[in-house]
């Protein structure tokens, strides 16, 4: 019984590890990196890059697509805004209003560096992150690499912006950067990453998650019944003692107590069942048998005695309970519920044997 209440407790602990590894592994982002390249003809040539940050608590966990612009956390420099389709490279600092020069669809990809405790820093993360979707960016890539309390300043945001927002670091950073600082025309696709796939597999990655799901229900569910059969057989089994105990209690003998006398006439049970006189010990002296060793005090005249089967002598109100619930003698530990299986058996065999006996006689007659 313990083993499969074990085993009932192990499986649902696994169950909920596999649940909490999927749920951990939503959080993850994979940026999927489009380079473009002119090639002879006119034509591009495509290269791939899968990449992997996090999804930060200060923007949505959805996915997002577009051009690759860099950015910087400083106002926007001239000789870098003309670089790369005019508004590469945007200012997260720069206070221009001129919406003309932004179109929506695009990537911000910003190199974060430590703060200067000279100057203070022009915004929040939050704020220029803010602007930065004003002026039309579907996400925000940041390489914490060189800034590593900026992941714990984006998380503690209590106000969700509808875009994501992606911490990127190490060599995935490294990566992307060298990427942003060569390439003049790039593409970043951003979306979640389930622990094991990538993107020429993701495309059955919700109906992969169905299957799964459904299969931590079911199994959820198996652990859930085979929990309750185990407390309903634990349930069934004590209630079956119980009610032999409870049996067995009603052909035990009680006594009215008589001080001065040893052979005090005994009497039935209310129900009228026949006492049981068997002894399996012999009777206790009268120092022992003056007195309950349960509740300690000697036995008064007129107080209703109960004789166990093994002769021991207790007040009825004292080992009545104790009986019922530990089917044993408080004194030898003789289990009364099994001597009331051997007795039944006994009484069953002898049925038997009568049973018996009348057919022999009926076949002699016969």
């Known amino acids: 019984m313990k083993f499969y209440s074990a085993l009932a407790w192990s499986l649902l602990a696994l169950c909920f590890h596999a649940w909490l590894s999927v749920t951990l592994a939503l959080e993850k982002a994979l940026v999927e990196v489009v380079i473009y390249e002119h090639s002879s003809g006119g034509d591009y040539t495509t290269y791939t890059y899968e990449l992997e940050g996090t999804f930060s608590n200060a923007g949505a966990a959805t996915s997002a697509e577009g051009d690759i612009l860099e950015m910087s956390e400083d106002a926007c420099v001239t000789n870098m805004c003309a670089d790369k389709l005019l508004f590469t490279h945007f200012g997260l600092c720069n206070t221009s209003d001129d919406g003309d020069l932004y179109e ?15 100057n203070e820093p022009c915004f929040t993360l939050l704020e220029k992150v803010k602007r930065a979707m004003q002026r039309g960016a579907t996400a925000i890539i940041f390489d914490i690499t060189d800034h590593p309390e900026a992941a714990t300043e ?6 969700q912006i509808a875009r994501p927002v992606v911490l990127i670091d190490g060599k995935d950073a490294k990566k992307l950067m060298n990427i942003v600082k ?6 970043a696709r951003i979306q979640y990453s389930v622990a094991g796939y990538t993107p020429q597999r993701a495309s059955n990655e919700y109906f992969d998650m169905v299957i799964f799901m459904t299969f931590f229900i079911l199994v959820s569910i198996i652990c859930f019944i085979l929990l309750l059969k185990i407390k309903w057989r634990q349930k069934q089994k004590e209630s079956s003692l119980t009610r032999m105990a409870l049996h067995a209690l009603s052909r035990m003998e009680t006594r009215k107590y008589q001080s001065g006398s040893s052979d005090s006439s005994s009497t039935r049970e209310e129900n009228g069942n026949i006492s049981d006189t068997e002894s399996t010990l012999s009777t206790q ?14 036995f ?8 166990v089967p093994c002769r021991h002598e207790f007040h009825k109100d004292c080992v009545d309970p ?15 519920v099994e001597r009331k299986v051997q007795q039944i058996n006994q ?13 022999v006689s009926l076949i002699r007659i016969a």
Do not use: F, H
Not at 182 to 187: D, L, M
């Open 322 to 336: 104790w009986l019922l619930s530990n089917y044993t003698c408080p004194l030898c530990m003789l289990n009364i």
């Open 300 to 307: 008064k005249d007129g107080q209703d005695v109960r004789i």
């Open 104 to 118: 929506y669809g695009w990537v911000g990809v910003v190199k974060l560096t430590p703060p200067d405790d000279l």
């Open 182 to 187: 060569n390439q003049k025309v790039s593409r």
């Open 154 to 159: 984006l998380n503690a945001a209590t106000d």
């Open 347 to 359: 009484e069953e065999l002898v049925t038997g044997l009568q049973d018996v006996v009348e057919d």
């Open 285 to 298: 002296s009268d120092g022992i048998n003056s007195k309950c060793v349960i509740c300690l005090e000697k």
